[in-house]
């Protein structure tokens, strides 16, 4: 099993640009979620899932839009990129409580 | 979100010492969960703990669950190079996806 998958692993973006953000799981887990990881900071949860076809918002989802048409793979998009969006963004998997995650996409906005 | 404060920020520590850190909230939590994260990396989880008073051990690493269900420990013993990293405590409020928050993280270093 690769577990969490993320790719890019690293991104510069020009401000107001986009991008999408992909992941995938093969351990047919049914929760996904999208983290944000600032300098110093803990994770902040953007986006989640506990389904295909269902998405919810976390604690801070403005500028970002997921999707989750398979059970393997969350993307998560940024439109308009804007620099307070520079982070380590994580996305991670579960079944039930222990959520695994992706080793991360560093994203820079300028 | 909930307030996760873990502590300490940062320890520098000898080879082969013993390391403790804990993570405390206002909050009941369920579930406690601890994950280390190296440079580069994202979070390895290490222990996940499910029962108020649980001690638990992974190798070298030994948590436990609070009595209390507001807080959290992470003891590593004789600490070797390889355990240098972030160490994150986790507390699960309730079952349900929108429920883990983490804490800021214990910085760890250990001099050869």
């Known amino acids: 099993n690769a577990g969490v998958t993320q790719t890019p692993k690293f991104r510069i973006l020009k401000i107001g640009q986009s991008m999408t953000l992909q992941c995938t799981q093969d351990m047919n887990h049914n929760y996904m979620y999208w983290y944000r990881q600032d300098p110093g900071m803990g994770l902040k949860l953007i986006y989640y899932s506990v389904g295909a076809g269902i998405t919810d918002k976390g604690e801070v989802p403005n500028g970002y839009n997921v999707s989750r048409s398979t059970t393997e793979d969350f993307p998560l998009r940024l439109e308009l990129a804007a620099p307070s969006q520079t982070s380590v963004y994580f996305c991670?998997?579960?079944?039930?409580?222990?959520?695994?995650f992706g080793p991360g996409t560093r994203l820079t906005v300028t | 979100g909930q307030q996760l404060n873990q502590s300490p920020q940062s320890m520098f520590i000898q080879e082969g010492e013993d390391v403790s850190m804990n993570c405390t909230s206002s909050s009941i939590f369920n579930t406690w969960l601890w994950y280390k994260q190296d440079p580069g990396e994202g979070p390895v989880l290490l222990i996940a703990?499910?029962?108020?008073?649980e001690l638990t051990s992974n190798g070298r690493l030994t948590a436990q669950f609070g009595i209390t269900r507001k807080d959290s420990f992470l003891n590593i013993s004789a600490s070797i190079p390889s355990d240098v990293g972030i160490y994150f405590c986790?507390?699960?409020?309730?079952?349900?996806?929108?429920?883990?928050?983490f804490g800021t993280g214990t910085r760890l270093t250990v001099i050869p």
């Open positions: 986790a507390g699960q409020l309730r079952t349900g996806a929108n429920n883990l928050f």
């Open positions: 991670a998997s579960s079944q039930w409580d222990e959520q695994y």
């Open positions: 703990l499910y029962k108020a008073g």
